[in-house]
């Protein structure tokens, strides 16, 4: 007798097929993944480091981001423009990935 037999299985309507939990949850992961892609296309990951391409005034910090600051270290937030990170003296910093450029 086989291990699969007490393995879940789910009808997979895109396939028309009855695959695994396990391949049913892979599915499910790589289809909720968000690309997220800068001002030029390049493709951004949590940790990159990214520069702006434009002077950002930053509501509630009065404060201006200059073209060309450095952010590092960014956090992908699940949505296909918006990045988490951090700069000094701003808490909670979100940018638009259209105003920044992977470095």
């Not at 990951?45 to 073209?67: E, F, S």
Request: charged letters at 30%; a negative charge; hydrophobic letters at 40%.
């Amino acid at each position: 007798m086989s291990d699969n037999m007490d393995e879940e299985y789910v009808y997979d309507e895109a396939s028309g097929e009855w695959i695994s939990t396990a391949e049913a949850q892979a599915a499910a992961a790589q289809n909720d993944a968000v690309e997220v892609r800068d001002a030029v296309g390049n493709l951004l990951a949590d940790g990159d480091q990214v520069t702006l391409i434009k002077d950002l005034t930053v509501k509630g910090a009065g404060q201006t981001l200059k073209r060309g600051t450095l952010i590092k270290s960014i956090r992908l937030t699940g949505d296909a423009q918006e990045i988490d990170c951090r700069f000094d003296g701003i808490k909670g910093l979100v940018l638009r990935a259209e105003f920044v450029r992977k470095r």
